[in-house]
């Protein structure tokens, strides 16, 4: 890999991909992650950094039809604050709300949480279950293209996703949820600020007379990336919400997660973890 | 031969050109190149914020963002507050409370009370507690911090 030659930072979405043709290029946004692991020699930087601060198209929240787009510089602390955002999807304002501390979130954006693709990734695991999509642009010929993918398919493993090295994350777009849309997020961690979680579960779906359905339920910190749990999911879909089903479900989302041992936490308690939270989520959302 | 970018802003209210190397954090921009001490380094990685400052009205670490991305905005650090009404009633009430004790998390800590206090986010203690979260202090225990922080902005401790 070549050394640092140049730094570029484009005003506007053409120049910033145009830029992005050789491939050789470091992104930089919010710099939360970016500067502390270049600092430390973590993260080599390409031949040209680009600071992609200025260019305006990648900035602000806006209602798009159905859907809720969220620019890629957008920051948590914007997020939060977005009256869009606190109406429509409080459960990733409650993510929002546990990224870090005030200072990050004031700086760290979206589309940063999104790229980094941490397997504990805070805003991850509402949006995945949000059933959020990520724009891509990019100028294979000499005109802009862009294209949508699921999030749920972007993750490819711990810092890797299906970007390729040309395209640039534009956005995310989070379709509104339905009326009876309920959603549920819980971060475990040691404490509440700054930490990185142990695990982390988001579930939702449409309640109504106690049944839940289009289930979504995704887990953060127990697989390479964040990830969607199908069978969870499956066992969830269509269920009234008594004690007994949540208890099966509880079982089933225990078994279903394969973690690892590292220095935050088991991969004993991360399973145990996995079974007790889920099971509370589900008695909370049982008592909506 | 480290890369170098001219960057124009402006800092605790004056126009500034400075060049600098691409890699640099505005940390280092501010106390090596610019010989601005008051902010101070503690972790360089965003846990202990010694090092805030205020970029575009709100507070932020400066050790997590690169110096060229100063370009153009407006950054204030702890010796641009030096005649700033909020920050003088805070550094009184740092004072009065006993808020300071070795002093090295204090420049952070009136930065971000300061943004606390002027965005108005501090009603209560438990907003002051969490408006500090990303502020490590190793000597107070936080309960002169948080003091000093609710007499300036009113909140009922």
Redesign the interface.
Known sequence: MSE????F?PTNLDQAVECLKDGDVTI?AG??????Q???GRVK?KQT?M?I??VSELAGITLEGDEIRIGALTTI?EIMNNALVKQHLPVLVEACDQF?????R??ATIGGNICNASPAGDTLIPLLVLDASVELASMPEAELYRHSMPLSTFFIGPGKTRRSLCELVTCVRIPLPPENHVARFHKLGTR???DISKISIGIAGTLKEGILSNVRVAFGAVAPTPVRAPRTEKALEGQRLDEATIAKVANVAKDEVKPIDDVRASAWYRKEMIHNITRRLLSHVAQT | M??K?DIEFTLNGIKRQVSVD??M?ALAMLRDVIGLTGTKYGC????C?AC?IQVDG????S????A??C??RNVTTIEGLANDTTADALRDAFVEHGAVQCGFCTPGMIM?AD??VKSECCNDTDSIK??I???LCRCTGYKKIVDAIAAVSGAQT
């Open positions: 640092l030659k140049h730094y930072a930089l710099g939360t992650d970016l500067t502390p270049s600092q430390a930087i950094l600071n601060r200025h602390t870090a501390s005030d200072q990050i004031n700086a509440p600020a700054l | 480290s890369l970018h691409v890699t954090n360089g990685e965003g846990e914020g805030t709100v507070s932020l670490n050790c997590l963002m690169f060229v991305d370009d153009g971000q943004h606390m969490r408006g979260e990303g502020n």
